[in-house]
């Protein structure tokens, strides 16, 4: 058989006609036989070969790593370093490209208002598209001598001012226009002894708002309602992965811990669901009250495939859907408006969408999933049930009999065996089905074909975590009067900015849920370094756990403490709960958190893991994956079967 030149082959090697590499052999993909097998041709003998869709996303996932073997790295989004006026004008620059970025066939005509819309050359528009496509929104953000670090913060209070400026008197029932917002800011910058912008800066800044936006804010009820969309409606979920929807609930079930099966109370769940096919792409449980990272994770585990994930928590089914969405639908809880979420979901480029206050239509779908789970966990012992009416006399806490990890598993089995192969009244069919041919095509649909594999998942991870930045000493790095160090960082030592000589601010991230160690980003390799304890010898702790430790500390008067005093007192503090552990619910669940974040750590880096290349880790073991459709299809019956690294 000819070779297929990279030219003329799809970037997505799982695209009909897609390339990729399995073991030193080439192949050509030929078809899809279900979500998770895909006929491919073997370049060396023309033999068509049925593979494993799994073990080829082992294979290409993500480029070989530059760390040392020391090391252990991960690469950088970019969006960590921008200021706020620089993450602004990279996110209007990206959705005005995305006219020319979703129109079929881009004229140069479009290209051209686009340019004049910027007040840019048209060559211009063409290099931002092409370092979008290739760096990601970061790229689309003004370019600086330091690469943005250490400038004067002028620009950043004006830009302060004139916001302010926008939000007082322009997003208002007045309804000023510009000129007259302008009388009011000139002399705001006069006494602040700021340059006065000229108008047509703040038109730009206004026309960086969504009609959504302005119209609620300047015609109040009318504008919302012109927004208002139909209930039941979602025109945009056209196909699987264009719309998810995600939000929280507390599960109708008491759980008992680990260690003495005793009552610890309810788990919180973050589910995220396709519009439309109605299958459940991803969750996470939890003990902790929804929170950004509850959002963070439920996302990654939607995003990524769950080979990994399953196998760590032992959990046999089949969960053959994963990939990036289009938009993700959210309500307006501060879990899914904070930053670090909504510069997470830039950076790997999709939108995230909040539903108007009131509207409960727009979260229907997953709202009466969340409901449809819940009634059958009501079947299960130690079940709340939905209210008290219901309970009656009937004591949960007695009866609870499930652990964390339990619920974990009979979720993911309920959802996976049960829910996804039942027919769903709102769209006629099984959602598994109703995935699998919105992917693979039908008599009725033509299919998107499978997304291109996750290139890189442990930045995918690193992208939905805290960050901050801070400076280097010599002694290392300190977020939260924890020290963190490593020889990695000692090029930073007292690093100078050279464009204005202050000291240099580095970007830090941390798994709130683990505070052992945190992510350095090297500005010059552009990767991410995890950094340890500077003294090993201090435990683990979490996030909520050193807040305890500090509001403990605040009661005692001491404001201002340090290292030793942090870990001493939660030493303190952990001996005093031991001796009760197993005398309140508060002390069992807190021990239960700090056993379910280490299984949890486990099984998203097995997640994060099955997606990294096979030469960098073990082959899978997987047992033998026959599909039916092979046995009883002539044309194919004969295909051999080759199994992936």
């Known amino acids: ?131 979008e496509q290739e760096k990601g929104i970061a790229a689309l953000a003004p370019l600086h001598p330091s690469g943005g670090r250490g400038r004067s913060r002028l620009n950043d209070i004006l830009d302060d001012v004139i916001w302010a400026a926008i939000e007082e008197h322009y997003l208002t029932d007045k309804k000023m226009r510009i000129s007259k917002v302008m009388t009011i800011l000139g002399p ?135 990939g990036k969405p289009i938009k993700v639908h959210a309500d307006n809880d501060k879990t899914f408006r904070c930053d670090m979420v909504t510069r997470a979901a830039m950076a790997q480029k999709f939108d995230l969408e909040w539903r108007p206050v009131k509207t409960p239509h727009w979260g229907g779908h997953i709202e009466r999933l969340l409901g449809t789970l819940n009634q059958e966990i009501h079947t299960i012992n130690g079940t709340t049930f939905s209210n008290p009416t ?43 089905r109703m995935y699998e041919s919105g992917i693979l095509g039908d008599a009725h649909t033509l299919g998107t074909g499978l997304q291109a594999p996750i290139k890189d998942p442990m930045r995918l991870r690193l992208d939905f975590l805290p960050f901050k930045e801070v400076t280097v000493q010599a002694y290392g790095v300190t977020w939260d009067t924890i020290t963190y160090y490593d020889p990695s960082i000692d090029n930073w030592i007292h690093a100078r900015d050279p464009e204005t000589g202050r000291k240099r601010r580095f970007t830090v991230r941390r798994d709130p849920r683990d505070l052992s160690s945190i992510w350095f980003l090297d500005p010059d390799r552009d990767v991410y370094l995890k950094i340890p304890y500077r003294r090993m010898e201090h435990p683990s702790l979490n996030l909520w756990e050193l807040r305890e430790v500090r509001a403990h500390l605040r009661a005692q008067g001491k404001e201002e403490v340090d290292e030793d005093l942090v870990f001493d007192t939660y030493e303190e503090l952990q001996r005093i709960k031991n001796n009760a552990s197993d005398e309140t619910k508060e002390a069992r669940k807190r021990d239960q958190k700090k056993r379910t974040y280490e299984k949890k750590k486990a099984a998203e880096a097995a997640q994060v893991g099955a997606a990294t290349p096979a030469s960098q880790q073990a082959p899978p073991s997987r047992p033998a994956n026959t599909n039916g459709l092979l046995e009883d299809d002539e044309e194919i019956s004969s295909f051999e079967v080759v199994r992936g690294g």
């Not at 006609?17 to 399995?22: I, P, T």
């Not at 005005?96 to 051209?112: D, F, G, Q, Y």
């Open 1 to 131: 058989m000819p070779s297929t030149s990279s030219s003329t082959a799809p970037e997505n090697p799982l695209a009909i006609g897609g390339v990729f590499v399995l073991r030193g052999d080439t192949y050509l993909v030929d078809g899809y036989l279900d979500l998770t097998h895909l006929i491919a041709r073997r370049e060396s003998d023309g033999q068509k070969v049925r593979l494993i869709i799994a073990d080829i996303l082992d294979a290409i996932a993500t480029p070989p790593s530059t760390s040392t073997p020391d090391e252990e790295t991960a690469s950088s989004s970019g969006t960590e370093t921008l200021s706020k006026e620089d993450w602004d004008i990279a996110v209007a620059r990206s959705e005005k490209l995305k006219t020319l970025v979703e129109a079929k066939r881009p004229s140069k005509k479009l290209a051209a208002e686009v340019a004049t819309f910027f007040g840019v050359h048209v060559s211009t528009i063409y290099r931002w598209l092409k370092r």
């Open 188 to 322: 705001k910058c006069r006494r602040a002894n700021l340059k006065v912008p000229h108008a047509n800066t703040v038109r730009l800044r206004v026309s960086w708002l969504s009609d959504k936006t302005k119209d609620e804010a300047r015609d109040g009820e009318r504008g919302r309602k012109r927004h208002r969309p139909v209930p039941g409606s979602y025109k945009e979920a056209t196909h699987p992965n264009s719309v998810w929807q995600i939000d929280h609930t507390p599960l109708d079930l008491c759980i008992v811990d680990d260690v003495y099966r005793r009552n610890i109370g309810r788990a919180w769940l973050t589910l995220v669901i396709d519009v439309y096919s109605r299958c459940v792409v991803g969750f996470y449980l939890s003990l902790d009250k929804p929170n950004a990272t509850s959002v963070g994770m439920a996302l990654v585990h939607a995003i990524l495939p769950k080979e990994g994930w399953l196998a760590a928590h032992g959990i046999d089914v089949k969960w053959p859907n994963w």
């Open 390 to 432: 219901q309970r009656g006399d009937y004591k949960s806490h007695e009866e609870a009999e499930f652990t964390f990890s339990d619920s974990e598993t009979y979720v993911t089995k309920y959802l996976c065996g049960v829910y996804h192969q039942s027919k769903h009244d709102g769209i006629g069919r099984p959602p598994i």
